[in-house]
């Protein structure tokens, strides 16, 4: 998936993080207290530098993105 360039294994340090400036890791208090569906539409919708991945993600990539995103957190997706 398009995820690993920027959050490379979730700490935010991937290839383009030097590029477009810090990236949020996504194991944090902030990512964990969002919903599994907050984290779709983020995903769908992007934010910030984050670009939307509606057009280039299906609805189950974007699904299992969300899902390991949570499990990065340690909560059941």
Not at 32 to 58: C, N, Y
Request: charged share 20%; hydrophobic share 45%.
């Amino acid at each position: 998936m398009a995820c690993a360039r920027c959050h490379a294994d979730g700490e935010g340090d991937g290839q383009l993080a030097a590029r477009i400036g810090p990236i949020p890791p996504l194991a944090s208090p902030t990512v964990a207290a969002m919903s599994t569906a907050e984290i779709e539409a983020l995903i769908r919708t992007g934010r910030g530098a984050m670009p939307p991945h509606a057009k280039r993600l299906t609805a189950a990539q974007i699904r299992s993105a969300a899902a390991h995103v949570r499990r990065l957190n340690g909560l059941t997706p």
